[in-house]
């Protein structure tokens, strides 16, 4: 059974894919106009339906609280002769009522028209009673309506409870029959409209039938010469006996299939020199090219684009570009190469796009922002590639167009015959650029403390100068005269940042580390002051000095303690130590360490902090800072020949420490040290 209906199914489709489009077009707008006249008909059927139900109900409401209303006395009295005479002239007299019974308390019928109880009881005698509904209420002062379905119609039965001094004496049924004037009237439109409707689809299908066997056969053998025209099969005629419109066409095709042959027969040679004058020019680019047709195959690919994309010779002529791209390239480059080439199908205004299966096809996305809006054409874009080997290239897009003259109108549009796409290697301008990128970001990062130090003793200074001693006024003075200091040195060091890959030589001398532990904390003393911090110095006595740079380990105390402020809590510490560090070698070392209580940092963040840029306020969201502190300190411990280490538990604190050798006096290995980046 299920074959069958499979069989009957694919039967169909294929009927109507026999169908030109006008043909179904007509066929869905006939169906939509006679649904639509069906159902305003059919609506118009039920609303007159509606009200004559509507009419019969309030026509039987007001009919049996008439009858209850005087039957009710006859009954509490047993007036059955006067209840007979009354029911009798009211079901004589109006043609709409087809019954009236009346029932007792429990249901049973006493007296009916046309039904009767019999006068004498025997064992034979039937007793008769009335269902009456569920929801049925006999204390409700309103009557109970409702509908049911009979051989000649619906029927509005009125339910109406007997109530005579509060005491309930039964209830009367009356049934009200459907007006025969509607009815007929319902019954005729119906008819009426499925006639019609028959009628239109039946002149529909007829009209169909002809029209496939007398036009859609040359049209649709004319559609398949046009798509093998499309596939630059030139040899392609139509053969059919057929006069008039469609005869004219056809003949009119086959001569512009012959010409195309013609022609192209004519411009091999042409096209074939003009393709090895394009080789030769691109061959001598210094930058990459590639030239892509609309199908994204290779055409033309010069020596420095097979070297960049490590291709072997023309082995990707004819090949789909995108499975020979490194896969960094590809993931960047498919979306913009697809819609050029969707641009270049709507351009051609052609009808038949790749098969949707095939490896080039191209979807006509248009709901989304063209292409020309997130990606320009002419524009380029820069991507780093690992595979050949690792390197910056910049990639340029661009149409290749040329222009057919439409001569109706007398204009110009241009068609998209390919993609030229042009690489170049910018490998060491990105280097530079990041270096120099590098090194403004240091200049902000490490100038800003310098500068925000002396301006702060120097706000102070002008704010509460009569207030201070002359000892504190001194104080303050020669603080900031040491940031200037060092701001100034600062500013030498970091213009020294430019030739760190040029082998600059740093000689390290005896440091006593006393002194820059003391200036760090008298630089940090206000700010710790403000946030209820505790700055401490534990020094371990009689310490010799270390073989060292004096500012750059002025500059790694700083930044230490300055990252140590911005993570700690109030009433928190910070203490800084130098001691003698347990050493296993015969050279004796000094231990530096910087602890705080702060908020510590997480175990998968410890070797990410010492990155450029890394910010642990990334993840709490709370600080400000440029992430360059931690690096700095990195590199100039690396260019004392050492290591910075981290213990760090979250909510406990975190510590820093490093180990820098003992000065020892000249003619000894370390009095100075040449440390390339």
């Not at 066409?249 to 393709?275: D, G, V």
């Not at 609309?294 to 684009?305: G, K, P, W």
């Not at 990041?434 to 704010?463: D, G, M, Y």
């Not at 993570?567 to 070698?585: C, D, E, H, M, V």
Request: glycine fraction near 6%; charged fraction near 25%.
């Amino acid at each position: 059974m299920l074959r069958i209906i499979s069989q009957i199914k694919e039967a169909i489709a294929s009927w109507w894919a026999e169908f030109t489009l006008q043909t179904k077009l007509m066929a869905a707008a006939t169906l939509v106009v006679s649904l639509v006249m069906s159902g305003l008909t059919f609506w118009a059927v039920n609303t007159i339906q509606e009200d004559a139900r509507i009419n019969d109900t309030r026509f039987g409401s007001d009919l049996g609280l008439l009858i209850a209303g005087n039957a009710a006395p006859m009954i509490a009295e047993e007036d059955y002769a006067g209840l007979a005479r009354f029911s009798g002239r009211f079901f004589r007299s109006t043609s709409s009522v087809s019954y009236i019974m009346y029932a007792d308390e429990t249901g049973g019928i006493f007296f009916g028209i046309p039904y009767s109880r019999a006068e004498v009881k025997n064992s034979l005698t039937i007793e008769r009673r009335i269902q009456l509904p569920s929801d049925y209420k006999p204390k409700s002062p309103l009557p109970f309506i409702r509908q049911h379905l009979t051989p000649g119609g619906e029927v509005t039965d009125v339910f109406v409870p007997l109530n005579q001094d509060n005491k309930y004496l039964g209830v009367v049924a009356i049934g009200i029959n459907p007006n025969p004037t509607i009815v007929a009237s319902s019954n005729l439109t119906r008819d009426v409209t499925i006639s019609v409707f028959i009628t239109i689809w039946a002149m529909v299908i007829l009209g169909n039938v002809f029209n496939a066997l007398m036009i859609t056969r040359p049209i649709t053998e004319l559609l398949v010469g046009v798509r093998n025209i499309a596939a630059k099969n030139f040899k392609q005629r139509i053969d059919l006996p057929l006069r008039g419109e469609l005869g004219e066409l056809i003949a009119s095709f086959n001569l512009m299939a012959e010409r195309l042959e013609k022609y192209e027969e004519q411009n091999i040679e042409e096209l074939t020199s003009e393709k090895a004058k394009l080789e030769t020019l691109v061959s001598t680019i210094a930058d990459g090219a590639v030239l892509i047709d609309t199908n994204l195959r290779v055409i033309l690919a010069n020596t420095t684009a097979r070297e960049i994309f490590g291709w072997q010779d023309n082995s990707v002529i004819r090949q789909n570009v995108l499975h020979h791209l490194p896969s960094e390239l590809t993931i960047k480059i498919t979306k913009p190469l697809y819609q050029l080439v969707a641009d270049s199908y709507i351009k051609d205004n052609q009808e038949n796009y790749p098969d949707q299966n095939s490896e080039h096809h191209c979807p006509l996305i248009t709901s989304e922002p063209s292409f020309e809006d997130n990606f320009p054409l002419g524009d380029e874009f820069r991507i780093t590639i690992t595979n050949p080997t690792k390197r910056t290239i910049r990639v340029l897009l661009s149409q290749v167009l040329d222009r057919d003259r439409v001569v109706a109108g007398n204009r110009e549009r241009e068609n998209i015959r390919g993609i030229a796409m042009t690489v170049q290697d910018i490998t060491r301008e990105a280097e530079l650029n990041e270096a120099k990128s590098q090194f403004i970001s240091n200049v902000s990062h490490e100038l800003r403390t310098p500068l925000f130090n002396i301006k702060s003793f120097i706000e102070t200074l002008s704010e509460y100068g009569e207030d201070l001693s002359a000892e504190q006024r001194q104080e303050f003075l020669d603080t900031a005269n040491h940031e200037t200091d060092r701001l100034t040195r600062l500013v030498n060091d970091v213009l020294d940042l430019s030739r760190l890959e040029s082998s600059r030589t740093y000689n390290l001398t005896a440091v006593n580390l006393i002194q820059p532990i003391e200036q760090t904390i008298r630089t940090h003393q206000l700010n710790a002051k403000d946030k209820g911090i505790e700055l401490i110095k534990e020094i371990e006595d009689s310490i010799p000095p270390v073989l060292g740079h004096y500012d750059l380990l002025l500059q790694v105390f700083t930044n230490l303690v300055g990252n140590a402020l911005k993570f700690t809590n109030s009433g928190g510490k910070i203490t800084l130590r130098a001691y003698q560090a347990p050493n296993n070698s015969n050279q004796e070392q000094i231990r530096i360490e910087v602890a705080d209580t702060g908020i510590g940092i997480p175990k998968e963040d410890k070797e990410a902090i010492f990155e450029r840029f890394f910010r642990v306020e990334n993840r709490v969201h709370t600080l400000e800072g440029t992430g360059l502190g931690l690096s700095i300190v990195k590199n100039i411990i690396d260019k004392h020949n050492s290591r910075v280490h981290i213990e760090s538990d979250v909510g406990v604190g975190t510590t820093f420490w490093f180990d820098l050798p003992v000065y020892q006096e000249q003619g000894t290995s370390g009095a100075s040290v040449e440390r390339l980046p």
